[in-house]
């Protein structure tokens, strides 16, 4: 178990490191014809020590509270420690975020200057900048804002960036991180340096092995999940602690990230279940479009068998795999699986997945296809992962045992409760709601699981996410969801039935794979008007709410479902910008469509 820590801040591993290994090559940056350089340790302090004398210069003091509005990109890391280096305090905000919201985060968080990338991120500043009297400074990274810092910031002597570093302590606070607000306005997660320093160094402590593709090779990862996230932040600031080299990829979509991941070859990733779900879509379609469904399908039987033959010799309660299983399973690494990996750089070994449930076969094929997904579970105000799948017992389903240093407990009504030093210190000035989930050091996460007999903890749902149906029925919708999701037509499922006599569902559909559908089905392009008419994409659906209701009694069972023209988008309000759906706005944006499912 990772040591608490008792002096310094996280800024400090930035200036050790250097020291250390001036020329170990530390973060992958893009250039301007988008060819990755490297950048090693002595360089991105020298980047730090000049951005950070240039916050100074523009007036940025210990404590103060700066926002970063940007993608996911080398220059959010670069601001990050250099503000960790002066003492002041990251507010992170979604670059998709409205007007509305940036003026609650901006607003409640003080927030004296802000970094944006672009002209329409400044335009949303400047839209409410009249209600932000406390805001002085905005830098827009496309209009050559780091230049003009380190500049300003010329003039001033290292020692000074040095006092203000050496005055950061672990209990010093080092971000605020805004809730996604599934429900209500988001309340800022205050993390202390000491939180990040826990989680990220037990983290390294336990799964460093794993970081790597084969033993003694360079550890690399490339970082696309959002940096305004608790789980991007998380791996941007164990990667710098960990001495793994970090590259950065602002669009989560496939197409431009697979690209990314074949150039930058990174030797293992941190993702959501979304990107392992398109990695396998793809390469399904791909081997349907060659006519090759028959042997990928088999390929898919193999692995799933043989990843659980071993899962079981793992726990002790069977042999492995059996010959003629390793024997099918080594006729289809070529033919297959390798293909699979090289999807993600060819490199990837091992990777690590929360944000949301993996599927078990999901997991299980990538294990059979040479890619152990570890898979977690945490929260912002949790600083990311409290529990994960340990790398030498992984049992797929579930999300692993507390992280050392962490409890779980389960409460009487199946919620789940946490300990532990990556517990947060609070939400920003609301004593009221910090009170209702923080229990003398215990944080309830609104979360209900369970924990077997090993101590792996499995997440059934939310607690305000039950639905109670009119006849006094409870179901919880996720795991419904989620097997409705399996079926690689479907984008996107949300069950509703509070207070109506069955459940219903509500279906999008992913329109990369329905397009390869139709055209292997041998039909034309359809309007999503035609679309949600068409009988042999219901048939589909209800093929995959058939199976989901295998899993429940009747009176919890999906009895209809409606197939919506478009998407649930974060830009309409309807997810949260870590895909979360909201349940809340979406029943009220197809209140009519609801409606219907009960007549």
Known sequence: ????????????????????????????????????????????????????????????????????????R?????????????????????????????????????????????????????????????????????AGAIDELVQAGSHIDDQVVHRHRRAVTPDSVATVIYTSGTTGRPKGCVITHANFMFETDTLIDRWEPVFHSKPGDEASTLLFLPL????????????????????????????????????????????????????????RRKAEAAGKTGPFDKAV??????????????????????????????????????????????????????????NRQLGLFFEGAGVTVFEGYGLTESTAAATANPPERTRYGTVGQPIPGTTVHIAEDGEVWLHGANIFSGYLGDPKSTDAVLHDGWLATGDLGALDDDGYLTITGRKKEILVTSGGKSVSPVGLEERVRNHPLVAQCIAVGNDRPYIAALVTVDKEAVDHWLAMQGKPPLSPAELVRDPDLEMEVRRAVVAANTLVSKTESIRTFRILAHPFSEELGLLTPSLKLKRKAIEAAYAVEVDALYR
Not at 241 to 254: S, Y
Not at 304 to 315: D, I, L, P, Q, S
């Open 1 to 72: 178990m990772a040591a608490a820590p008792q002096v310094g801040g996280l800024a400090d591993a930035v200036f050790d490191h250097a020291a250390d290994d001036p020329d170990r090559v530390a973060l992958g940056r893009k250039d301007a014809e988008g060819n990755w350089q490297n950048v090693s340790s002595a360089q991105f302090r020298d980047e730090v020590l000049a951005l950070a004398k240039g916050l100074l210069a523009h007036g940025v003091r210990f404590g103060d509270r700066v926002a970063l509005m940007c993608p996911t």
């Open 74 to 142: 080398y220059e959010w890391t670069l601001f990050d420690f250099a503000l960790w280096t002066v003492g002041a305090q990251s507010i992170p905000v979604y670059p998709t975020s409205s007007a509305e919201q940036v003026f609650w985060m901006l607003h409640d968080a003080e927030v004296t200057a802000c970094m944006v990338e672009h002209e329409d991120h400044a335009m949303t500043i400047g839209s409410v900048i009249d209600q932000l009297p406390r805001l002085k400074r905005l830098w827009q990274l496309d």
């Open 228 to 283: 305004a996230h608790v789980f991007g932040r998380m791996v941007e600031v164990a990667a710098i602690r960990g001495r793994v080299k970090i590259g950065h990829q602002p669009v989560l979509q496939a197409s431009a990230l697979l690209p990314d991941l074949a150039a930058f070859r990174p030797s293992f990733i941190l993702a959501v279940p979304y990107i392992f779900e398109k990695v396998f879509n793809a390469a």
């Open 301 to 358: 039987q193999v692995a799933v068998k043989y990843a659980e033959a071993m899962e079981h010799r793992a726990f002790g309660i069977g042999p492995g795999p059996s010959a003629g299983l390793r024997l099918q399973h080594q006729l289809f690494e070529k033919l297959v699986y390798g293909k699979v990996r090289d999807a993600m750089g060819g490199r990837v070994r091992h990777a690590m997945s929360g944000g949301s449930g993996m």
